[in-house]
């Protein structure tokens, strides 16, 4: 697969993690490389994953829509895959797309297996800190309302203002850079291993 980085690559976002339950997991900006990887998840995921992260049936994957999702300005657009350092596999996904100057709708997607560990937090807080660097102040979110692990990381966040229309819940939250940094900070400074920045004797990089 080739993975070489586009021009504007921020490779300050790679970083490794040890999640709560043990595991490392390194976390790195999507490159147009990994469309076919994408693709593949996207087929074999299960229905309710799938159902959670497009609220219905996912869109056909098409040429055009992969490379949509994989190649990126990094600035109004900008998504962290997740993958396991031992096999390569992605296992998590987040992305913002700026819809308005300074307001983006965020989405993140995580395999099952990966789940219940602070994955998904650590990505949308990266995410919020490359978001603000970049302008935007406000994250939206549109999810299932009964999802409650999502409701839970809107909390997490800061809250936001929820309307709920059948079935479905609309957040938006306010990104403060104090909280946002401080959450980075702490994954920055977990015990061994906990939230580094890859260096270039960890053959993690997408082009290495």
């Given at each position: ?71 990126l300005d990094y600035g109004r657009r900008f998504a ?106 702490e994954l920055e400074e977990r015990p061994e291993g ?15």
């Open positions: 697969m080739d993975r070489s980085v586009p021009p504007a690559y921020p490779r300050e976002y790679e970083r490794e993690l040890r999640l709560s339950d043990g595991r490392l997991v390194r976390l790195r900006p999507i490159v147009p490389g990994d469309a076919a990887q994408l693709a593949d998840a996207i087929r074999t995921a299960d229905a309710d994953t799938l159902h959670r992260r497009f609220i219905g049936s996912p869109p056909p994957l098409t040429p055009e829509l992969l490379r949509h999702l994989c190649e962290l895959v997740a993958t396991d350092p031992v096999t390569g596999r992605g296992v998590a996904i987040a992305r913002y797309e700026a819809t308005t100057d300074e307001v983006a709708e965020v989405a993140v997607a995580v395999d099952p297996g990966w789940r219940r560990a602070g994955l998904a937090t650590a990505l949308i807080e990266l995410l919020a800190e490359a978001a603000l660097d970049r302008g935007i102040a406000t994250f939206s979110a549109c999810y299932l309302a009964g999802n409650r692990p999502v409701a839970s990381l809107v909390d997490r966040l800061g809250g936001g203002r929820r309307i709920i229309k059948e079935g479905l819940a609309e957040a938006l939250v306010g990104l403060d850079r104090v909280r946002v940094e401080a959450a980075v900070h906990r939230g580094r920045a890859l260096t270039a004797a960890d053959a993690a990089g997408p082009d290495r």
